[in-house]
């Protein structure tokens, strides 16, 4: 599946926070201003479908998805029984590249998805190599043992991020414990706004 490969920093500029890690700082310090010769301009005030479009577009970069893959999740989520919005973060949060992220096998998950698309994660001891598999419940996902001496991986586990309860990890094996809930899912994102942009 394709991916952005363009300048990120753009894109937490667009949204107004930051979508990746190494973009905080620098919100912090220099602000939100929208990328652009007229960025430093004030913003106009922005219409209903304009602040349900911007929320689409930020949940769509925070997880480093395209269009029609995106829209497939809303597709298969507003199918499925229950809060759609929460079915579609749920979707998102058992993307194996998601869950390698969580599990704190990558400091990101660009990090997470080339950790995946490399070939360096068995799932139910079967290698994956698609970020987008969609981790069941009782899946465990382990680190292969030659990426488990990377310097990046020990620096991701040594860092003393709270794991969410509904993985759990030992080493290098994570397992899927349940469905996250929702205050276990990533919290910048209001999903009531995207299902009323899909349902326009």
């Not at 363009?6 to 220099?30: C, H, M, N, Q």
């Not at 209001?190 to 942009?197: A, C, G, H, P, S």
């Amino acid at each position: 599946m394709a991916r952005y490969t363009g300048p990120k920093r753009r894109l937490s500029r667009r949204e107004g926070v930051a979508l990746f890690a190494k973009d905080t700082a620098f919100i912090e310090r220099k602000g939100i201003i929208i990328p652009g010769f007229h960025g430093t301009r004030r913003a106009r005030k922005q219409s209903e479908y304009g602040i349900q479009l911007r929320e689409k577009q930020k949940a769509k970069r925070m997880y480093g998805l395209l269009e029609k893959q995106f829209a497939n999740y809303f597709t298969k989520a507003s199918r499925s029984k229950g809060n759609t919005g929460e079915k579609l973060l749920s979707l998102l949060e058992t993307r194996l590249d998601n869950v390698i992220y969580r599990l704190g096998f990558s400091t990101s998950r660009a990090g997470a998805r080339q950790t995946v698309s490399h070939g360096h994660v068995m799932v139910d001891n079967k290698k994956v190599n698609i970020p987008s598999f969609q981790v069941k419940l009782g899946s465990t996902v382990a680190i292969l043992g030659k990426m488990s001496d990377n310097t990046q991986v020990r620096k991701s586990l040594s860092s003393n991020d709270t794991l969410p309860e509904w993985l759990e990890r030992k080493a290098t094996v994570g397992k899927v414990l349940r469905l996250p809930k929702r205050d276990e899912m990533e919290q910048g994102i209001n999903e009531q706004l995207i299902v009323e942009y899909y349902s326009r």
